[in-house]
């Protein structure tokens, strides 16, 4: 795909709203667009998740009931490409259970994929939606938590998760869980690229945008 003079909007969490940046004109979506020639847009709200919470969001808390689905209808119109990069928060507050591929609503995490996947579809009928798993991050080998409760389902098959529903609608994945070569658990990592364990840094922004514009243009 060549991507100059192509309008791409990015839907995501915290990572896409700039989270742990020195300076935030270096986050991943806006380095793709000073690379490419392409128009850029940036939806991303930090805590957000793919699913919406059975319990009450806490107090101070409530931007994270913005789940990816509600905010579509307020998404420019018109788009070539659609990058959708969530799940991460999921699993670090989320509670609906992982739920199976045949659901279809945002009662599970499944169902939510879906209602995102339609809502997109519906919208850009004629854009290339594009589907980027979450990096590793440290913890995600717990059983609970930030909130206390039982994680949704292990992160792996969270990531694996969305590769599969993505996959029902054929929409392209970048698994960035495979490929990002970013996991925050061995230290080096953590020390040049994320160092809180879950945002990356300038560097590790400056990577994540070399693997998407390799994967658009392959397209």
Avoid at 80 to 89: A, I, L, Y
Avoid at 155 to 166: L, Y
Wanted: proline residues 7%.
């Amino acid at each position: 795909m060549e991507l100059n003079g192509k309008k791409i909007l990015f839907l995501g969490d915290s990572i896409t709203e700039g989270a742990c940046l020195t300076d935030w004109q270096n986050v991943y979506w806006m380095r793709v667009g000073r690379e490419t020639g392409a128009t850029v847009r940036g939806y991303g709200i930090g805590g957000t998740r793919i699913a919406p919470r059975i319990r009450p969001e806490r107090p101070g808390e409530e931007r994270f009931g913005q789940h990816f689905a509600s905010r579509v209808p307020e998404m420019d119109p018109d788009a070539d490409v659609v990058v959708v990069w969530g799940g991460t928060n999921d699993f670090g507050h989320g509670d609906v259970p992982l739920g199976t591929i045949a659901d279809r609503d945002e009662t599970t995490f499944c169902g939510a994929l879906h209602t995102l996947f339609r809502t997109l579809w519906e919208k850009y009928p004629t854009a290339t939606v594009v589907v980027m798993t979450p990096l590793h991050r440290v913890g995600e080998h717990d059983t609970i938590n930030e909130h206390g409760y039982p994680v949704i389902a292990p992160f792996k098959c969270i990531a694996e998760t969305i590769k599969e529903v993505a996959a029902y609608y054929s929409f392209p994945v970048l698994d960035l869980y495979a490929v990002s070569n970013l996991n925050p658990e061995l230290p080096v990592v953590r020390e040049t690229f994320m160092p809180d364990g879950l945002h990356p840094n300038d560097a590790g922004h400056e990577r994540i945008a070399s693997r998407l514009i390799g994967f658009l243009k392959s397209l």
